[in-house]
T-cell receptor, first 114, second 116 residues
Framework: AQSVTQPDIHITVSEGASLELRCNYS??????LFWYVQSPGQGLQLLLK??????LVQGIKGFEAEFKRSQSSFNLRKPSVHWSDAAEYFC????????????FGTGTQLKVEL | GAVVSQHPSRVICKSGTSVKIECRSL??????MFWYRQFPKQSLMLMAT?????????EQGVEKDKFLINHASLTLSTLTVTSAHPEDSSFYIC????????????FGPGTRLTVT
């Protein structure tokens, strides 16, 4: 069965520091991979997605992610974190179970220290 | 970008009553809408997928008679929690997809349901 693991429940970084959020997946074929961000009281916003091609994907808000098939990973990175980046981040893989459904990881809560 | 709204954002209801949650796509036509449930500190769990004009497809373990989903138009889907009980208290999130890009879903802000 497809699954997504986000090993870090909470991460705290200082503003201006670099960030890497980990995501590992289990999937029987070439996956479609996504990173979403959820701020309190708001819906999930798509940061970036990987379908095929270049394994380094650029997203919005200065985020990027790299697909590493050998490691079954799709880690999210940002070179310099801003205080407004504090939020919950979800990695997702699809399609799962047929159609266009997504399977989400449990999320990583990012705290940014000023 | 595409915007999805949900109403209400918070609702408190008494045990045994029913509550309806609306999900609207504001600036695009959503041929497919998804309903998720999110428990504290946990992931989003897909409850059902609905296509406009068709019956919803429920995930295994989700009671279709308890969680009634209607997708009567290309911009509106509703989730009705019938005969709600305290264990139904949760955060419910909808998302919508356009047919031309099925793998990108636009999420609503969620509805916090508390059943007392």
């Amino acid at each position: 069965a497809q699954s997504v693991t986000q090993p870090d429940i909470h991460i705290t970084v200082s503003e201006g520091a670099s960030l890497e959020l980990r995501c590992n997946y289990s999937y029987g074929a070439t996956p479609y991979l996504f990173w979403y961000v959820q701020s309190p009281g708001q819906g999930l916003q798509l940061l970036l997605k990987y379908f095929s091609g270049d394994t380094l994907v650029q997203g919005i808000k200065g985020f990027e992610a790299e697909f590493k098939r050998s490691q079954s990973s799709f880690n999210l990175r940002k070179p310099s974190v801003h205080w407004s980046d504090a939020a919950e981040y979800f990695c997702a893989v699809g399609p799962t179970g047929g159609g266009n459904k997504l399977t989400f990881g449990t999320g990583t809560q990012l705290k940014v220290e000023l | 970008g595409a915007v999805v709204s949900q109403h209400p954002s918070r609702v408190i209801c008494k045990s045994g009553t029913s509550v309806k949650i609306e999900c609207r796509s504001l600036d695009f036509q959503a041929t497919t809408m998804f309903w998720y449930r999110q428990f504290p500190k946990q992931s989003l769990m897909l409850m059902a997928t609905s296509n406009e004009g068709s019956k919803a497809t429920y995930e295994q373990g989700v009671e279709k008679d308890k969680f009634l989903i209607n997708h009567a138009s290309l911009t509106l889907s509703t989730l009705t929690v019938t005969s709600a009980h305290p264990e139904d208290s949760s955060f419910y999130i909808c998302s919508a997809g356009e047919s031309r890009d099925l793998y990108e879903q636009y999420f609503g802000p969620g509805t916090r349901l508390t059943v007392t």
